[in-house]
């Protein structure tokens, strides 16, 4: 999957995306403080969501993607219906930012797939095919609800390898999860395929797949040549389950030179531990994965921005990349053609090309960036007039 394109609003929030466009390997989103970047990246993990069945209220989308040599383009519109104390509360528990709202009912949804009209829907009545469907659930999308339809699960299989990566994934809480065993798959693709904790994929990688599991080490070596090992714990918790599975707890620990014992995760730095969490995730992802990742520097030293941005930049990656950064370092590091340039006019969010206003050039990119009024005026810049 490659998405190509999005336009999303809010209607509670007032916030409004249009046209935001994306490359098929790695997009820069820049700009100044304030001007939607994450709103953005929010936006796509919000598409996800009512992808695999969730409800915003309030939510409006458009996104353009494709999957192999197929195009699709998915719209639809949720109602705003007030939200009381309770309805906000179990919204701050949701997996969208924008709180979901199980009582919003889908108003419109439309599905393209190279250029023929696949579904149509009018509140509860679906078309799908040119045939009405029987009475579906108002308040989830058709993606989730015809998913085991032969045109759709491509679709909602793809959202699922849409991933967030996020500083959470490095606490000890997110990462327990019901533990797995060898027979669970019989491939490293199918390994890559699960939808399991990273660190939980690694442990198992570790375990069935020496080598793979020696190309992350290798890799994280380069970056950090003072570590002699790296080793994935699995620790049984003793919780009750409901389903009564047992409970398992994935963390790692490094070895380094000189040092007789074992560093755990918790004391490691905040950007060893990042960078060892996105290189598994660079191999141990399905081919089609999305990488989202807020603020790409957060943690990083010089030499993991190198590194890290050489494996984002590899044309063999089948993966497609967006990332948003303020740190000059990245910004000069990689093209402005890869780059969109973020501007916010009032409650109107926007992205343009860089060559709109830059050369060719990439010498010193950042300073002409910081240097153009769509940038200095931010949140405040209506190009267009």
């Known amino acids: 999957m490659k998405i190509k394109s999005i336009n999303a609003s809010y209607s509670s929030r007032k916030v409004n995306i249009q046209d935001v466009e994306f490359n098929k390997g790695l997009t820069l989103l820049v700009g100044a403080s304030g001007v939607g970047k994450t709103q953005i990246l929010d936006a796509i993990c919000d598409i996800k969501t009512v992808a695999l069945g969730e409800s915003i209220n309030g939510f409006s989308w458009q996104i353009e993607f494709s999957i192999d040599e197929h195009d699709y383009l998915w719209s639809g519109e949720f109602n705003g219906v007030e939200e009381d104390a309770l309805a906000r509360v179990q919204g701050l528990f949701s997996k969208s930012k924008s709180r979901s709202n199980s009582n919003a009912r889908i108003k419109t949804e439309q599905l393209y797939i190279d250029s023929d009209l696949i579904i149509h829907r009018e509140e509860e009545q679906i078309i799908f095919k040119g045939s009405p469907t029987?009475?579906?659930?108002?308040?989830?999308?058709?993606?989730?609800?015809?998913?085991?339809?032969?045109?759709?699960?491509?679709?909602?299989?793809?959202?699922?390898?849409?991933?967030?990566?996020?500083?959470?994934?490095?606490?000890?809480?997110?990462?327990?999860?019901?533990?797995?065993?060898?027979?669970?798959?019989?491939?490293?693709?199918?390994?890559?395929?699960?939808?399991?904790?990273?660190?939980?994929?690694?442990?198992?990688?570790?375990?069935?797949?020496?080598?793979?599991?020696?190309?992350?080490?290798?890799?994280?070596?380069?970056?950090?040549?003072?570590?002699?090992?790296?080793?994935?714990?699995?620790?049984?918790?003793?919780?009750?389950?409901?389903?009564?599975?047992?409970?398992?707890?994935?963390?790692?620990?490094?070895?380094?030179?000189?040092?007789?014992?074992?560093?755990?995760?918790?004391?490691?730095?905040?950007g060893m531990k990042k960078v060892f969490l996105q290189l598994c995730y660079l191999l141990l992802s399905p081919p089609q994965s999305i990488f989202l990742i807020d603020e790409f520097e957060n943690g990083f030293g010089v030499n993991c921005i190198d590194a890290i941005s050489e494996w984002l930049l590899k044309p063999n990656m089948k993966y497609q990349f967006i990332i948003t950064s303020h740190h000059p370092y990245i910004i000069n590091h990689i093209p402005s053609k890869r780059w969109k340039i973020v501007s916010r006019n009032k409650n109107i969010i926007q992205a343009y090309e860089a060559d709109r206003f830059l050369d060719e050039s990439n010498h010193e990119s950042f300073i002409k960036l910081i240097n153009l009024p769509i940038y200095k005026l931010g949140a405040s810049t209506n190009i267009d007039n």
């Open 134 to 270: 029987l009475k579906l659930a108002p308040n989830e999308s058709c993606i989730k609800l015809l998913q085991q339809e032969n045109l759709i699960t491509p679709i909602f299989e793809s959202f699922k390898k849409v991933k967030l990566i996020a500083s959470q994934d490095e606490t000890p809480f997110a990462n327990i999860a019901v533990g797995l065993n060898n027979q669970d798959f019989n491939s490293f693709n199918e390994l890559r395929a699960l939808t399991s904790h990273i660190l939980e994929k690694a442990y198992l990688c570790q375990n069935k797949f020496e080598d793979k599991f020696e190309d992350i080490c290798e890799a994280y070596k380069e970056i950090f040549p003072f570590i002699k090992n790296i080793e994935i714990m699995q620790t049984e918790l003793n919780i009750p389950n409901s389903d009564g599975k047992k409970l398992y707890q994935y963390m790692y620990r490094i070895l380094e030179d000189g040092v007789e014992d074992w560093i755990y995760q918790e004391q490691i730095s905040s």
